[in-house]
């Protein structure tokens, strides 16, 4: 058995456990690493299928409860949008390999923005960390796509850096637990 990591900080314990969570976060984390390594090749279309199995760890990791299907008409509607937009430029495979992608992409998106639940007191700072962090994912993949497919997209590099790796922040946040010193509890970051 892996015991879980510990860090002080002013009386306050942070745990990072090997749950099942972080175990498919790390795989996700290789599975993307795998991707960067594709970027600046002709193998794209691999990249592309590390980055959906990565999408599928994430979407599993943030769970399907609760549905909260609002959320998930929202981004069928933005997702179609961008496909529209996308579609006149692709060609071949991209067509709908591109399609399958927003699709695993929205899917994620719509599990980790359906966790949050501003509007009650069930809301955590951690899914609101995993939210954040997939709309980042969807704002760095969809400036990609563009400058891939479309036009080139000026700062292109910096804009894809910084929201992929503040994705990858926030969702590696959104497995943090705080346990309080003084009465042993673990409680999720608020």
């Known amino acids: 058995m ?21 175990l498919e976060k790390a795989m996700s ?4 690493s795998c991707r960067d390594c594709g ?11 590390m980055f959906a199995i990565t999408h599928i760890l994430y ?3 943030f769970g399907m409860k609760p549905l909260n299907p609002e959320p ?12 529209c937009l996308l579609y006149p430029y692709l060609s071949g495979p991209f067509t709908y390999l591109v399609a399958v992608y927003i699709a695993l992409i929205g899917f994620m998106g719509w599990r980790a923005i359906a966790g949050v639940q501003l509007f009650n007191d069930l ?12 709309v980042l994912f969807m704002v760095s993949d969809l400036t990609i796509a563009v400058n891939k497919f479309c036009f080139p997209v000026p700062y292109s590099r910096a804009i894809i850096m910084a929201t992929y790796y ?20 673990i409680r999720k970051m608020n």
């Open 2 to 22: 892996v015991s879980p990591v510990t860090v002080s900080l002013d009386r306050k314990y942070i745990d990072i456990c090997p749950s099942p969570i972080t």
């Open 29 to 32: 984390f290789f599975l993307n």
């Open 39 to 49: 970027q600046n090749t002709p193998m794209v279309l691999l990249g592309l299928l």
């Open 59 to 61: 979407t599993s990791a």
């Open 72 to 83: 998930g008409c929202g981004v069928v509607v933005i997702c179609g949008i961008f496909y």
């Open 123 to 134: 809301w955590t700072w951690t899914k609101l960390c995993a939210c954040l962090g997939a």
């Open 166 to 185: 503040a994705a990858q922040m926030l969702i590696s946040l959104s497995v943090v637990e705080c346990k309080d010193d003084n009465d042993g509890n």
